[in-house]
């Protein structure tokens, strides 16, 4: 299994700035591709972006312009970089992670990561 391990959540103001980091570890795998999902209160967990090994990314029409993300495909981390917050920002932001288990004669597979806390404050 592969596990994902987020940090970098926090307090902060509107307008403010937020990195927030997913690394990956565990057993023989490879993954495909990498994202950052958020549900706030009462709502639905939703995509917020999305990026594959080869770099191609995908963004939530309410973060694009906004938020960045990236791949460090040696160390296995995805990062989250969040500019000119918005209190409607505010959620518990997952780090997910779709690779191939090699323990598992190469099965897809699917990881999340135990979620941050992101809050804006209005």
């Known amino acids: 299994q592969v596990q994902l391990v987020e940090s970098g959540g926090g307090l902060v103001q509107p307008g403010g700035s937020l990195r927030l980091s997913c690394a990956a570890s565990?057993?023989?795998?490879?993954?495909?591709?990498m994202g950052w999902y958020r549900q706030a209160p009462g709502k639905q967990r939703e995509l917020v972006a999305t990026?594959?090994?080869?770099?191609?990314?995908n963004y939530a029409d309410s973060v694009k312009g906004r938020f960045t993300i990236s791949r460090d495909n040696a160390k296995d981390t995805a990062y989250l970089q969040m500019n000119s917050l918005k209190p409607e920002d505010t959620a518990v932001y997952y780090c997910?992670?779709?690779?191939?288990?090699?323990?598992?004669?190469?099965?897809?597979?699917?990881?999340w990561g135990q979620g941050t806390q992101v809050t804006v404050s209005s």
């Open positions: 997910n992670a779709d690779y191939l288990d090699f323990l598992s004669s190469g099965r897809l597979r699917s990881s």
């Open positions: 990026i594959t090994s080869s770099g191609r990314t």
């Open positions: 565990g057993s023989i795998f490879s993954i495909n591709a």
